[in-house]
């Protein structure tokens, strides 16, 4: 079955700008979450969504937002972007359901240069 | 969730096994060990996880030590597609939120020919 589908893979923006990122998960998966990955700061947890509703956030100023459409789908959105935004921002699906398995799978990412 | 210790780095050759230990000594009881590894450009891979039982699959091994305070992933031939980041997370199970996971900076893996 289809993986974690990510657009754009690649996308450059100049500061002040803002950019819209989409994330489609694995089909009948009802949760999507978001990190951010920086070669300082590695992998870190932006928000997770379940059921068009945020479920978690990580320590993100509010330029960073998200939310999740009824089919799953999510989108995430950084306004006022600034240099240090730059970074691969990575989308994982899971069933979302307590007492399963709980693997993410995760997209390939979207690579978001900010000059 | 519990914290884990990994070392940064680690060489295998190709076709030997290659163990990764992880130490995770304030683990709670209901806390399982997940294993993911990210091959370079690439989003995470999930690997294989366990709570108290060692546990196998087509990937790999994972040994959970009896006072669970440790464990180690074993990839039993390691191929050169193996070199990866892996990383080593303890979170709680039970829990209707799967998303969040605290990624540490991981053992960076190098198969060699």
């Known amino acids: 079955k289809a993986g974690v589908t990510q657009t754009p893979r690649y996308l450059i923006k100049t500061r002040g700008q803002q950019v819209t990122l989409s994330c489609s998960p694995i089909?009948?998966?009802?949760?999507v979450s978001w990190y951010q990955q920086t070669p300082g700061q590695g992998l870190q947890f932006l928000f997770e969504y379940f059921s068009e509703t945020q479920r978690n956030k990580g320590n993100f100023p509010g330029r960073f937002s998200g939310r999740q459409f009824s089919n799953s789908r999510s989108e995430m959105n950084v306004s006022t972007l600034e240099l240090g935004d730059s970074a691969l921002y990575l989308c994982?699906?899971?069933?979302?359901?307590?007492?399963?398995?709980?693997?993410?799978?995760f997209g390939e990412g979207s690579r978001l240069t900010v000059l | 969730d519990a914290k884990t210790t990994q070392p940064p780095s680690m060489d295998c050759a190709e076709g030997r096994a290659a163990n990764l230990p992880c130490n995770h000594s304030?683990?709670?009881?209901?806390?399982?060990v997940y294993w993911y590894r990210q091959i370079h450009s690439q989003g995470p891979q999930y690997i294989i996880h366990g709570l108290k039982n060692n546990e196998t699959n087509e990937m790999a091994s994972l040994i959970i030590t009896e006072d669970r305070k440790s464990s180690t992933l074993i990839l039993p031939h390691a191929t050169l597609r193996d070199t990866a980041v892996y990383y080593c997370?303890?979170?709680?199970?039970?829990?209707?939120?799967?998303?969040?996971?605290?990624f540490g900076a991981g053992t960076q893996v190098v198969v060699t020919p």
């Open positions: 997370i303890v979170r709680l199970g039970g829990t209707d939120s799967w998303g969040k996971l605290q």
């Open positions: 089909s009948g998966h009802r949760s």
């Open positions: 994982a699906s899971s069933r979302g359901l307590a007492g399963l398995t709980g693997e993410l799978f």
């Open positions: 304030t683990i709670s009881g209901n806390e399982y």
